[in-house]
């Protein structure tokens, strides 16, 4: 690869990580929005189902359906259950969180792929990038608040999503030799659907709804049929994480993960809008702290790597 495609590529993906981790913004508010009146599963499975049409889609115009065939089930089905898993903590965490809060907790993401590419990419990171991861696992105590009296379960299930997410990201670079975004995002929204289906048969009825507890009032909330008003907000939902999603796997298909992972930093000023426009929710002052601490840990990576030609 020359020079010149080598640029090519890598500024090709880091504007796929802007524009889908942008897009990805668009999924955050719409399943806060919904998380009030349906079930987590009916959600995804709706959201699923829309994803789905628009990769068959996708795949028809781009090389055919012949990219569903893969020659790595193990590793598909290792991503599968990583992004479900990182999904289904992040949206109960979302459902008790303010958007701006959840979205920060999340951001711990990038730093964990940091850390982990070292360990299963070996990719070098040197001691100012491990500062770096420092400072925004001490911005995460500070969202997680434990000076309150104990620490936000919510949060914690947000950490944990952060932490499968990174993983998520690994899966993505070891099988970008043989597997296109379009193949993986396809295998997960499968996944989706078998999960949600199979939990909305077991609870779908509502038998384990009433706890005044948000996020397991939106994991056990009874199936109930969408008004006209709410479909708009399903189709958002569907068509934004299938199209964000091919667009930041496709980023990580062509350029290093650590490199990539600050750049999704984009959905933090759209998560704070979203929250204020939507919700009505303003970061308070511990909030803006936490924030402050990791956006500025990963965007320190990001200036590293394009100020001074990515010495660590």
């Known amino acids: 690869m020359t020079a010149i495609t080598s640029r090519r590529t890598t ?36 959201r699923s ?12 115009l781009t090389g055919g359906y012949r990219q569903m065939r893969t020659r790595r089930p193990r590793g598909h089905l290792l991503r599968v ?15 008790a969180l303010p958007l701006a809060d959840t979205v920060a907790i999340a951001f711990v993401s990038p730093l964990v792929v940091t850390l982990l590419s070292v360990v299963f990419l070996g990719e070098t990171v040197g001691p ?61 929204q499968c996944g989706f659907v078998l999960v949600s289906s199979t939990m909305g048969l077991m609870v779908g009825d509502g038998h384990l709804a009433g706890s005044a507890n948000p996020s397991l009032a939106f994991l056990f909330h009874a199936w109930v049929w969408p008004p006209p008003t709410d479909w708009p907000i399903f ?49 308070d002052l511990t909030a803006w702290l936490g924030i402050a601490l990791i956006c500025g840990s990963g965007l320190y990576v990001l200036w590293r790597e394009t100020r001074i030609g990515g010495q660590r």
């Open 11 to 46: 500024t090709l993906g880091l504007l796929a990580a802007i524009g889908g981790s942008a897009i990805m913004s668009v999924n955050d508010v719409t399943i806060k929005a919904l998380s009030g009146g349906y079930a987590l599963h009916q959600v995804v499975l709706t």
């Open 49 to 60: 189902v829309i994803s789905i049409l628009f990769l068959l889609v996708f795949m028809g």
């Open 81 to 95: 259950s990583l992004v479900m898993l990182s999904n289904i903590t992040y949206f109960l965490g979302l459902a």
């Open 128 to 188: 100012r990038r491990w500062m770096a991861v420092i400072v925004g696992l001490a911005g995460v105590i500070v969202m997680m608040r434990p000076g309150a009296g104990a620490l936000q379960p919510a949060a914690v299930l947000v950490v944990l999503s952060a932490f499968t997410y990174a993983s998520t990201h690994m899966m993505t670079r070891r099988l970008r030799d043989t597997e296109s975004a379009a193949t993986m995002n396809f295998y997960v």
């Open 235 to 283: 189709l958002a939902t569907g068509l934004s994480v299938a199209i964000g999603g091919l667009m930041v796997a496709q980023a990580y298909r062509m350029c290093e993960a650590a490199l990539v992972a600050p750049f999704e930093y984009t959905a933090m000023p759209l998560a704070i809008f979203w929250g204020v426009t939507v919700f009505g929710q303003w970061p």
